[in-house]
Nanobody, 120 residues
Framework: QVQLVESGGGLVQAGGSLRLSCTTS????????VGWFRQAPGKEREFAAV????????RYGDSVKGRFTISRDTAKNTVYLQMNRLKPEDTAVYYC?????????????WGQGTQVTVSS
């Protein structure tokens, strides 16, 4: 069973950038839809980005489109989320997910989450 380990969260000023990483322990991403969700305090979990591991196809949530880029390194079995032009409303716990559903609302595997805080 795939276990997901995230890193790269932190505190950044508005307009800045961060890169999140997610790798696996005990398995491989091959064949999965892998990506990121986020959850801000008092809000529902929100889809951010997904990458189809085999094809490299990417999709983004409307709130991050044009600012965030998801990518993968198949040799390192790692997925990244490059976040640029960050806004205070991007503040949330970001969760890596694997086995994301075709509707981008559910996943079979989740990481522990990493906090991203954007100050104004």
């Amino acid at each position: 069973q795939v276990q997901l380990v995230e890193s790269g969260g932190g505190l950044v000023q508005a307009g800045g950038s961060l890169r999140l990483s997610c790798t696996t322990s005990g398995g491989a991403f091959s064949g999965y839809r892998v990506g990121w969700f986020r959850q801000a305090p008092g809000k529902e979990r929100e889809f951010a980005a997904v990458i189809y591991w085999t094809s490299g196809t990417t999709r983004y949530g409307d709130s991050v489109k044009g600012r965030f880029t998801i990518s993968r390194d198949t040799a390192k079995n790692t997925v990244y989320l490059q976040m640029n032009r960050l806004k205070p409303e991007d503040t949330a716990v970001y969760y890596c997910a694997a086995g994301i559903s075709s509707t981008y609302t559910q996943a079979t595997q989740w990481g522990q989450g990493t906090q991203v805080t954007v100050s104004s």
